[in-house]
């Protein structure tokens, strides 16, 4: 494999584009970056450039190390780094405590997980000292509270309350993702404003789970399991 | 008294509940209630609001009344002396609320034991249930085979209908039907308003009837003549199209939208504003 095509710089109206090979080592990479940076040198000069790394995930330390062997080796001035649409990430990237982590070959064992079919109508509560999987919707004034995790196969627009004794390995799914409050662990949180009444209609599988005292909500989709 | 033979009586005791306030029920019992006579069957309207009654300001039968609920329940009269006979539907009798008692004056055993000794004289007997989830809500709904709930299309009402359904279900009241009052085409069309399909998906019971935002229930109500005898009223016609489908006749729902478009021409013809 050629290790030179592993870093191509790339021009647009909107800034320099650098493109990075996802499979090649971090330390070649740093070296090739290091070397193009030099020969392109003349070229920049001491242009004004947004920067967009593209290709490859890279975490903070590792954005910075780039940063840094392009400022060494130019006089660029780089006036932000553009940040990549995140779509893809990375397994590596994932936090270790992210709950599907912990289904190994496709397995997970829980306690207890309660079944309930139909409807949460406003005012119902289901308190479970385990997970709960409701077939059907969460209605606004319903409420789950559950030990462990929750699953929705319907709309979530009332309160959940998952990992409810502090753990904040829990997880809340659900296909309609429109929560009144969703907590986990000890952390509150609600959904965000819906801009078009339209559109809170669709079905849209997420789960939510808990990092760094930040509740993540992301989509369940193809991109998401196969970089687990 | 439905009777068939080998002497297997359906009566049917229905409870048109909310939850919210101020949606309809009082109206819809008049209506389904005046409806249901109209086609033969003999029917007594419950008033169970005890302290706030209205069923009979909306009949036109408040100067009627002697003897009400609670004094049939405390033993102060019989049922029959109760009864308000209504001269313009021979089969339509009303037991009023009592006005200077409040909720607490009847228990749930109560009002199934006046329900059960109904049922020997009616097929249908409409309850009309008060506003709320307490004790007046309990008794209401305590001898109903069935439930009607009505709501308006408005995240508030639908919201609390949403919970009564619930404690519906927990009472053993399954599957309860839906009237859905007071809808206004023009706004579901403009986004304004939240369309049939949208209720019926949140609440997830069956629809038995769409009545659109009529004037004439207010004139109704003031002159104690329900709409529904209305011909030319459109909620009268909603009403009777759900009075139909109690009876099981398969009605389709009324396309509320030719009528508005249609009316929306003519009030253009003449320069009249909408």
């Known amino acids: 494999m050629n290790h030179e095509n ?97 289904i190994e070959n496709g397995r997970m064992e829980v306690d207890k997980t309660q079944y309930y079919k139909g409807t949460i109508r406003s005012g119902q509560s289901i308190e479970f000292p385990g ?73 849209f599988p997420q789960i939510a789970h808990l990092h760094n005292e930040n509740i993540y909500i992301e989509p369940i989709d193809h991109k998401l399991l196969e970089n687990l | 008294m439905l009777c068939q033979q080998g002497g297997n009586c359906m009566s049917q005791v229905i409870v048109i509940t909310s939850g919210k306030g101020g949606v309809g029920k009082t109206t ?32 036109g039968l408040e100067n009627r009344i002697v003897y009400d609920l609670i004094d049939v329940v405390e033993g102060h009269c019989r049922v029959k002396q109760a009864l308000i006979k209504d001269k313009r539907y021979p089969t339509l009798y009303l037991l009023p609320a009592a006005q200077t008692r409040d909720k607490n004056a009847i228990s749930p055993e109560q009002m199934q034991k006046l329900c059960d000794q109904l049922r020997e004289e009616f097929d249908y007997i409409i309850i009309d249930c008060p506003a709320g989830i307490e004790q007046g809500f309990k008794n209401a709904i305590a001898g109903a085979d069935r439930a009607i709930v009505v709501t308006t299309p408005e995240v508030s009402a639908v919201r609390d209908a949403d919970r009564i359904i619930g404690l519906l279900e927990a009472s053993e009241l399954r599957n309860p039907t839906l009237i859905l009052n007071r809808i206004r085409m023009n706004m579901v069309k403009r986004g304004d308003m939240m369309a049939m399909d949208d209720v019926v998906d949140i609440l997830a019971v069956d629809l038995l009837g769409v009545i659109p935002d009529d004037e004439n229930i207010v004139v109704s109500t003031n002159r104690g003549e329900p709409a529904v005898t209305d011909s030319s009223s459109l909620a009268g016609q909603a009403f009777r199209n759900a009075v139909e489908r109690i009876m099981g006749n398969n009605v389709p729902l009324m396309d509320l939208d030719i009528n508005e478009g249609f009316m929306g021409k003519i009030k253009k013809l003449f320069g009249i504003g909408n």
Do not use: W
């Not at chain 1, 999987?133 to 319903?142: A, H, L």
């Open chain 1, 131 to 203: 997970s709960v999987v409701v077939i059907g919707d969460v209605n606004p004034g319903g409420e789950i509270i559950a030990k462990g995790n929750i699953i929705i196969l319907g709309f979530l627009k009332g309160i959940v309350h998952a990992g409810c004794d502090g753990s904040s390995k829990a997880f809340v799914a659900a296909l309609g993702m429109r929560p009144m409050q969703l907590r986990i662990g000890g952390i509150i949180t609600r959904a965000p404003d819906q801009e078009d009444y339209k559109e809170g209609l669709k079905l």
């Open chain 1, 6 to 102: 592993c870093v191509i710089f790339k021009g647009t109206k909107d800034g320099l584009v650098i493109l990075l090979s996802p499979d090649i080592d971090f330390d070649i990479l740093k070296k090739v970056l290091r070397k193009k940076t030099e020969e392109a040198k003349k070229f920049f000069k001491d242009a004004k450039v947004s920067i967009t790394f593209k290709g490859r995930i890279l975490n903070e330390d590792e954005e910075y190390k780039l940063l840094q062997i392009i400022s060494e080796e130019t006089q660029l001035n780089i006036s932000y780094i553009h940040e990549e649409n995140i779509g893809a990430k990375k397994s590596g990237d994932r936090p270790d405590d992210f709950p599907l982590n912990r």
């Open chain 2, 28 to 59: 819809t019992t008049a209506n389904i209630g005046t409806g249901l006579a109209l086609k033969g069957n003999k029917v007594v309207l419950l008033d169970a609001d005890i302290g706030l009654r209205n069923l009979d300001v909306v009949m």
